[in-house]
């Protein structure tokens, strides 16, 4: 009788856990790297932004589909509450159209079923 291998096994189950905690967390949150960093005027510079899945208080005053169409103003209301560092209505003036997009988009990526994501 084969002898099995239990340190493999733990290995592999180990690594299980780790992937299904890494896929668990990447539902709740996604981390934006911006094509032009945003510089605030006390010199901070902002160059990658975490954001956390809105959850229904986030998205109070809010209609959904201005948010799935991108509506600047939806965003503007939204990102703040939900954003790592918090952006701030000043840093709207500041960001790049493009990387508004990418953080739009990644917002509205939590709205999509898991079932329909690729």
Do not use: W
Request: aromatic share 2%; glycine share 4%; no cysteine.
């Amino acid at each position: 009788m084969p002898v099995k291998d239990t340190t493999t096994q733990d290995a592999a189950a180990q690594a299980i856990d780790t992937a299904q905690s890494a896929a668990t967390q990447d539902d709740k949150i996604r981390t934006v790297t911006l094509e032009e960093p945003i510089t605030r005027p006390s010199g901070q510079k902002i160059e990658v932004i975490t954001i956390r899945k809105p959850m229904g208080g986030a998205l109070r005053r809010i209609t959904l589909s201005d948010l799935l169409s991108l509506n600047t103003d939806a965003l503007q209301t939204v990102l703040p509450r939900v954003t790592e560092p918090v952006l701030v209505k000043p840093d709207f003036d500041l960001i790049d159209p493009v990387d508004l997009v990418k953080l739009g988009s990644e917002l509205v990526s939590f709205f999509v079923p898991k079932k329909e994501r690729s």
